[in-house]
């Protein structure tokens, strides 16, 4: 079982940047679908990005389309994926959870994911 370590969550003011790191237990972490959600308090958990194999080092990129511009999501190195964030709003004030499942389809629904990480919070104020 993959086990998943969020960090780089805080405090930041709007329209400032943060980058979020999802650190998993496992090489072959490399080859799995990784996803970004958020929760926001009252909200139901909701998907931010993905990335999926596609071969080799690559990687393919999706995005919730409220966020595409503002986030990128990427993967550094074998086991580490990077969501960043920029132009931050307070409505992004959530906690973020890693997930992870294995195979090459994304799904935007977090039933399909079998491993999440612990959260890390991101509070944006105004």
């Known amino acids: 079982q993959v086990q998943l370590v969020e960090s780089g969550g805080g405090l930041v003011q709007a329209g400032t940047s943060l980058r979020l790191s999802c650190a998993a237990s496992e090489r072959t972490f490399s080859t799995y679908t990784l996803a970004w959600f958020r929760q926001a308090p009252g909200k139901e958990r909701e998907f931010v990005a993905a990335?999926?194999?596609?071969?080799?080092?690559?990687?393919?990129a999706q995005y919730a389309d409220s966020l595409k511009g503002r986030f990128r999501i990427f993967r550094d190195g074998a086991t580490k994926t990077v969501l960043q964030m920029n132009s931050l709003k307070p409505e992004d004030t959530a906690v973020y959870y890693c997930?992870?499942?294995?195979?090459?389809?994304?799904?935007?629904?977090?039933?399909?994911?079998?491993?999440w990480g612990q959260g890390t919070q991101v509070t944006v104020s105004s």
């Open positions: 997930a992870a499942k294995s195979g090459d389809t994304y799904y935007s629904i977090d039933v399909h994911y079998t491993a």
């Open positions: 990335t999926t194999w596609t071969g080799g080092s690559t990687y393919h």
